[in-house]
């Protein structure tokens, strides 16, 4: 269960992002997109069959989001190294931050405790955070379920 709800004011974060595109070599802070809305999504790894599906979803619809003032940025734990590689084989359009040291996926309750085969491990949640112009949360969807769900986001940051 994730404990961001609507309305709270989004937690802060100042992270690396990919080496690649308009953001080159920066940190990303929440902060860079004040008085813009903004879809954080979480996800578990880079090149895996899921996180690649969702992420060619949203690039897919990126000039939409840009249409809506919205901007997109997938979150892992993931190296930069890796964010390039990923960024580079699927043409994403979009900054990927990473989060090592999961200090952003513990302050948005995305790090949690997960079972595969019977062992129990910590990993990333998939969820999606749509953040509106003022720095409040807009909408939360957890345990993302990939096909469809950049549309059912795109349609929420339309309506704000």
Not at 77 to 98: C, G
Not at 108 to 114: I, L, Q, S
Request: hydrophobic letters at 40%; charged letters at 20%.
């Amino acid at each position: 269960m994730n404990p961001l709800s609507s309305g709270q004011k989004a937690p802060d974060f100042n992270l690396p992002c990919d080496t690649i595109g308009t953001e080159a070599g920066n940190h990303l802070s929440l902060a860079d997109f004040a008085g813009q809305k903004l879809v954080l999504y979480f996800y578990p790894k880079d090149d895996t069959s899921g996180c690649t599906k969702e992420a060619i979803e949203f690039n897919g619809l990126k000039q939409d989001f840009m249409a809506a003032d919205t901007h997109i940025v997938g979150i892992s734990a993931d190296t930069v190294a890796s964010h390039n590689k990923f960024k580079t084989k699927y043409d994403l359009d979009f900054a990927l931050v990473s989060d090592e040291n999961h200090e952003m996926l513990n302050a948005y309750g995305v790090w949690v405790e997960k079972s595969m085969y019977g062992r129990k491990y910590m990993g990333i949640e998939r969820t999606t955070v749509l953040v509106n112009r003022d720095g409040s949360i807009a909408q939360v969807w957890s345990k993302v379920k990939v096909p469809g769900h950049a549309a059912e986001v795109l349609t929420a940051a339309q309506k704000l």
